[in-house]
């Protein structure tokens, strides 16, 4: 059984730092591309991250590049998304993902068959 538990959220002021992890179980974590994403109140889940299953490959969403930075550590199956310069817009549940390598990249939600049950960042103005 395919287990992903996130950890790291919580509140902090605007510009400050969080750094998110993701521990994954039940699968063989080196061969999945991992991803980011997050929803607010109101509005659609959205990609935030993907890094590829061996480490050679990032792709951000664009509201995010050059403040948050996802790595993964294959031998302690755990993937993390360092965000810095936090905005109150960043405001949100964030999720991991798991997707087998062989289907490919995708910043699509639905492309990513497995998912934590979500951690709670809250930036404050």
């Known amino acids: 059984q395919v287990q992903l538990v996130e950890s790291g959220g919580g509140l902090v002021q605007a510009g400050g730092s969080l750094r998110l992890s993701c521990a994954a179980s039940?699968?063989?974590?080196?061969?999945?591309?991992m991803g980011w994403f997050r929803q607010a109140p109101g509005k659609e889940r959205e990609f935030v991250a993907t890094?590829?299953?061996?480490?050679?490959?990032?792709n951000y969403a664009d509201s995010v590049k050059g403040r948050f930075t996802i790595s993964r550590d294959n031998a302690k199956n755990t993937v993390y998304l360092q965000m810095n310069n936090l905005k109150p817009e960043d405001t949100a549940v964030y999720y991991c993902?798991?997707?087998?390598?062989?289907?490919?990249?995708?910043?699509?939600?639905?492309?990513?068959?497995?998912w934590g049950q979500g951690t709670q960042v809250t930036v404050s103005s």
């Open positions: 993902a798991a997707r087998i390598y062989y289907s490919g990249s995708s910043s699509r939600a639905s492309d990513f068959p497995f």
């Open positions: 039940g699968l063989r974590f080196s061969l999945y591309t």
């Open positions: 890094i590829t299953w061996n480490n050679n490959g990032e």
